[in-house]
């Protein structure tokens, strides 16, 4: 079994920045897609940033410029820093893994991001 344990939401102001983390242990495998999924009440979960045991990244369109996905692979660790960050990026941000950017095999628990005045 796997797991995936996130860490770094919270709460901050419309323009400021958070860096989520997400820690892989188990049996996931070193060459998974990793990347974060978000869903905010009363919307479908998005895809926000994914990237591959070679580092090509897809980011959401409206997080391109913004939000910066990047792993340590020594860490089995994946960061998804996000800059600018803007109301309508409150959600719960999932950590997920995957043999593609759309196909998940192991989900974190989620961490709440709140982006509010």
């Known amino acids: 079994q796997g797991q995936l344990v996130e860490s770094g939401g919270g709460l901050v102001q419309p323009g400021g920045s958070l860096r989520l983390s997400c820690a892989a242990s188990?049996?996931?495998?070193?060459?998974?897609?990793m990347g974060w999924y978000r869903q905010a009440p009363g919307k479908q979960r998005e895809l926000v940033a994914g990237?591959?045991?070679?580092?090509?990244?897809n980011y959401v369109d409206s997080v391109k410029g913004r939000f910066t996905i990047s792993r340590d692979d020594a860490k089995n660790t994946v960061y998804l820093q996000m800059n600018s960050l803007k109301p309508e990026g409150s959600a719960v941000y999932h950590c997920?893994?995957?043999?593609?950017?759309?196909?998940?095999?192991?989900w974190g628990q989620g961490t709440q991001v709140t982006v509010s005045s």
């Open positions: 997920y893994a995957g043999p593609a950017f759309t196909l998940v095999s192991y």
């Open positions: 188990g049996s996931i495998y070193s060459s998974y897609v």
């Open positions: 990237i591959t045991s070679g580092g090509n990244t």
